[in-house]
């Protein structure tokens, strides 16, 4: 009998090992993957109605136990198929399997390092910003340690990065005597921490909101614009002042905000323009103006997957009156509930 036994797996090994089936588990119940609604490596605001067709780079281990069941293979979302046309089972004796996943884009990336298993069984998933490196256009996103041992798994990402965004408008100033135009000279952000790491493990929730990375630190500068950038486009009374944004969208390092250290800095000159009157030629005057991101507003921490925008509003007059300075946070494209399921293509 225990030959025949010993047959009988020799056998099973040896079919399963083609449709790459692992252990215990029968053809009938394969694993399928549903990646939330959202694209992950552009700037754009995530739409819900788009699916996140990147492909993603998937893990999976038995729970509790140090054996690897998916060894970071690749997984096309638009298709609901791994690209190496493996096939993946769930074991028949019922036992957990947890999951993690990250876009394919980053498996490559130097902050990123490979999730291993630790001798008590429990997964670690490591990404590091050193020092000096550029990481403001790269999304870095994850799921947790999802944890299953039947139906479909659903991946929902999360960014680990805050982005920032920073918005310059002016007040429209004329009247019969005089016009004034304001030019943005300069901006930018001083004092941001620009290393620090994140570790995903059992217990990380990706649905709590508000998360800051460890062991944060630097002492780095943001220039946002250094060209000149007129603030209305059009002239005369009323006319509706064009906005400026900044023409780079910057992921940071998610950061607790301290007194005195991150500051925004705007330098602008205020043209009086008395309209071709001869006896009060045009001036120029340059403005500089430093906000402590800390004191400024309520905003005391750039919290992982946050949209932080901060807005800058220039009122210029025969009388400099104050800037005004606001900000507004809001969740970063982060889904809801299960993903939607895509049944795999036969």
């Not at 038995?62 to 993946?88: M, Q, R, W």
């Not at 062991?215 to 006319?239: C, F, H, K, M, R």
């Amino acid at each position: 009998m225990f030959l025949l036994a010993a047959m009988v797996g020799v056998a099973f090994t040896s079919c399963t090992n083609d449709e790459n089936v692992f252990a215990g588990a029968v053809d009938s119940n394969e694993i399928n993957f549903a990646v939330a609604k959202y694209t992950t490596q552009t700037r754009a605001e995530h739409d819900p109605d788009v699916l996140f067709a990147d492909n993603v780079t998937i893990w999976s281990w038995y729970d509790g136990l140090n054996t690897g069941v998916i060894p970071g293979d690749v997984y096309d979302p638009t298709s609901g198929t791994f690209v190496s046309e493996n096939k993946y089972y769930w074991p028949v004796d019922g036992r957990a399997l947890d999951f993690v996943a990250v876009p394919t884009t980053l498996a490559g990336s130097p902050y990123f390092t490979a999730p291993g298993r630790a001798a008590d069984g429990t997964t670690a998933l490591t990404f590091v910003v050193p020092n000096g490196n550029d990481y403001h256009s790269t999304n870095i996103m994850t799921t947790e340690v999802k944890t299953a041992n039947s139906g479909t798994v659903a991946l929902l990402f999360r960014h680990l990065l805050s982005k920032i965004n920073i918005n310059v408008t002016q007040k429209e100033r004329e009247n019969a005597d005089a016009r004034w135009l304001v030019t943005v000279k300069d901006i930018k952000v001083t004092g941001l921490q620009c290393a620090g790491e994140v570790v995903i493990n059992d217990s990380w929730d990706a649905t709590d909101g508000n998360k800051l990375w460890d062991n944060t630190s630097g002492n780095e500068t943001w220039l946002v614009t250094s060209t000149d950038q007129p603030l209305y486009a059009s002239i005369g009374a009323g006319a509706a002042a064009t906005p400026y944004a900044s023409a780079e969208t910057y992921y940071m390092l998610p950061q607790a905000l301290q007194d005195g250290v991150q500051q925004i800095t705007i330098e602008y000159t205020i043209e009086t323009d008395y309209l071709g009157n001869p006896t009060q030629p045009n001036t120029v005057e340059t403005y500089t103006k430093t906000f402590d991101l800390f004191g400024a507003t309520s905003i005391r921490n750039w919290f992982m997957n946050k949209v932080i925008t901060y807005n800058i509003s220039i009122d210029p007059s025969e009388i400099l009156t104050p800037i005004e300075f606001t900000v507004n946070e809001e969740e970063w494209g982060t889904m809801s509930g299960d993903a939607p399921v895509i049944d795999p293509i036969p």
